[in-house]
């Protein structure tokens, strides 16, 4: 248990959740085989409900958001195949460049509008057929989008950009990490989103506050195939369902709470506005991540996040100037009004530092 003295409040990602009373208790009791031979029948009784909730044929397991981008990328490219994808995404940021390295796909970075593709950004960079041309066979969409801030592309942007990838024979598949919280805070069914997408992956670790474990959904074939690219990843794990017990937990009870950790990031962006050296764009603050900046030239977000951690709040630093932070469960609107009273005090200070330099 945590000294409630001076709890500290952990703003980095909303991957810091811990699991539920009720997940420890289904880890304990979970019915378990060995999965390589599909004989966990915890796991398969999550594969099942994750195709279903997600109006897909079939689902599997793995470790890590980063390794479902990857099975999925290897499952739906040949090596020198063209992925295009958002500029800034998670796959082209920061999954240490396995796309390439593993899958031996060439990214074809393209900026969109704050994390949100349009099929205008995809017919600009696509070719005709040329004997120089690498083939670009699959469009990759970050929904909700992390660097930008948690940002939405929405359902009928979502078909928009199918109806381009399907034109010129190209997949879609969904970067999904936070889908949950897209389709919460449209509130709309999930389904509204993936019926554009071929195949996806979400997280079960993120804010649905699972200890381990994504899902990539797709059709059969799909998922067959990206079963073998797990094993080679060395991704087969035997008796899974410990992981997949609290997973079902999350997709029966876990969704409909992100609806809080949207409000309070709401709360978050708009107190953060009346705080004098930083900036936030409210219009993107959409679901449980906020993202500002610090507009004191002087300033460097590291800098800051190193004071707000003597204070006892973590943020993470994205940028020389720039910070974010996520709302998840565990995280109460006292923690964000106590939260206010630090950036506050810490801008404060940092102003009055800067100008007797
Ligand atoms: C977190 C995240 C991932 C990777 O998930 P890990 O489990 O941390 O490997 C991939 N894509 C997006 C958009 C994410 O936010």
Not at 233 to 257: N, S, V, W, Y
Request: aromatic content about 4%.
């Amino acid at each position: 248990m945590l000294a409630k003295a001076k709890e500290i409040i952990d703003l980095r990602s909303d991957t810091v959740t811990l699991p539920t009373e009720e997940m420890f208790e289904a880890i304990k009791q979970a019915e378990l085989g060995d999965d390589v031979f599909r004989e966990d029948p915890t796991v398969n009784k999550l594969e099942e409900i994750a195709a279903k909730k997600m109006g897909k044929e079939a689902a599997l397991l793995v470790a890590s958001g980063t390794q479902a981008n990857l099975v999925s990328m290897l499952t739906n490219t040949r090596p020198g195949d063209i992925a295009i994808l958002e500029a800034e995404s998670h796959i082209y940021w920061y999954e240490v460049g396995g796309l390439s390295t593993v899958a031996g796909v060439l990214p074809w970075p393209v900026k969109g509008n704050f994390g949100v593709l349009n099929a205008k950004n995809i017919e600009n960079v696509l070719r005709p057929e040329n004997i120089h041309y690498p083939d670009a066979t699959v469009v990759c969409v970050e929904n909700t989008h992390n660097r930008a801030g948690g940002t939405i592309t929405t359902p009928s942007q979502m078909k928009e950009i199918r109806k381009i990838a399907k034109h010129h024979g190209m997949k879609v598949y969904m970067d999904g990490a936070r889908i949950f919280n897209a389709a919460v805070s449209m509130k709309k069914d999930v389904r509204e989103f993936t019926q554009y997408t071929d195949n996806l992956m979400f997280c079960l670790s993120k804010g649905l506050s699972c200890p381990i474990g994504s899902i990539v959904v797709g059709n059969q074939e799909f998922i067959e195939k990206a079963r073998k690219m797990r094993k080679m990843l060395g991704g087969g794990m035997r008796q899974a369902g410990i992981i997949a017990a609290p997973g079902i937990i999350a997709l029966d009870k876990m969704i409909p709470r992100l609806e809080d950790d949207h409000r309070n990031a709401k709360i978050l962006a708009k107190g953060l506005l009346t705080i004098k050296g930083i900036s936030v764009d409210l219009q993107r603050v959409q679901t449980n991540i906020v993202c500002f900046k610090i507009t004191d030239s002087k300033a460097k977000a590291e800098v800051f996040t190193s004071k707000l951690k003597e204070n006892g709040l973590l943020a993470l630093p994205t940028d020389k100037n720039r910070i974010r932070m996520v709302t998840h469960r565990g995280i109460e609107r006292t923690h964000i009004e106590i939260s206010l009273g630090i950036m506050e005090t810490v801008a404060t200070n940092l102003r009055r530092e800067n100008k007797s330099n």
